[in-house]
């Protein structure tokens, strides 16, 4: 019989889990490298009206997409399709991507990755926040974004196209 077990000294009560401010969003680390073995990174981001990723690329892993609330549009290669509540989308690695909130308030989503590289390049980007309410607009220092990035197998292509 096949028996699976739930590590549990890195098992993390979801309120326990800090908010971080990332690229003028905030973000919960709610799976990593050290409580999925290697294997996963999954990452609650909640962003303001009009907030967008860069346009990049995952050289080394997939990245999904699941919309909790209000609206995003999504660009996977050439295609674009626009997300809400209950809604996915895949990133496939070698294909450029990313996403604006579209929609008139923020927006909430889960991010998740088959390694632990997304959320450690999350945590290196980010910082603490001060709590749970979204951070003034900042110009993120691009050359470490860039740099992290490309540690972490991902690579800055530049904003999200119009």
Excluded: C
């Amino acid at each position: 019989m096949l028996m699976t077990a739930i590590k549990t000294d890195t098992a993390t009560p979801i309120a326990s889990v800090p908010p971080r401010e990332f690229l003028s969003s905030l973000v919960w680390i709610k799976a990593d490298g050290l409580s999925t073995a290697g294997t996963q990174s999954v990452v609650e981001i909640l962003a303001p009206a009009g907030w967008a990723t860069p346009w990049h690329n995952h050289l080394t892993h997939d990245e999904y997409f699941y919309i909790l609330e209000g609206e995003v549009t999504a660009q996977v290669g050439d295609t674009r399709v626009v997300l809400r509540p209950g809604d996915y989308a895949f990133g496939p690695r070698g294909v450029p991507h990313g996403y604006r909130v579209t929609g008139s308030g923020p927006a909430r989503l889960l991010m998740m990755t088959g390694d632990r590289d997304f959320a450690e390049f999350v945590r290196e980007t980010s910082t603490p926040a001060a709590g749970n309410e979204l951070p003034a607009p900042s110009e993120p220092d691009i050359e470490k974004v860039v740099s992290l990035a490309e540690r972490y197998g991902m690579e800055i292509l530049g904003p999200m196209p119009d």
